[in-house]
């Protein structure tokens, strides 16, 4: 970029060029606010999905209605219907945690 600036042609005229110091002090803080934005980009692609139905996977629930095998869970503020194995039953009020998650169809 400071390269390009300063570097118009040959046939141009004295006037018409850039100096060094105005080419350098334009293109250090285009190249931080780059590196910044970048490397912004970065961080919230690696992040872990925070939201719907996957988003809830491994938080804590509280019944809402016994479980047995299906009731009423809280999570997040979130009411839903969670369904357990058969074997396996929860009374109200019990803390539980969101193992598998299935999206809404």
Do not use: C, H
Request: charged share 15%.
């Amino acid at each position: 970029m400071v390269l390009g600036a300063v570097s118009p042609g040959r046939f141009a005229a004295p006037e018409l060029r850039i100096r060094w110091s105005v080419a350098i002090a334009l293109a250090v803080p285009f190249a931080a606010i780059t590196t910044l934005l970048v490397t912004l980009v970065i961080q919230a692609r690696s992040n872990k999905v925070l939201t719907g139905a996957y988003g809830m996977l491994g938080e804590a629930a509280v019944a809402v209605t016994a479980l047995n095998p299906t009731g009423k869970v809280t999570v997040r503020g979130n009411t839903g219907t969670p369904s357990r194995r058969p074997d396996r039953q929860s009374n109200r009020g019990a803390r539980l945690q969101l193992l598998l998650s299935r999206a809404p169809t």
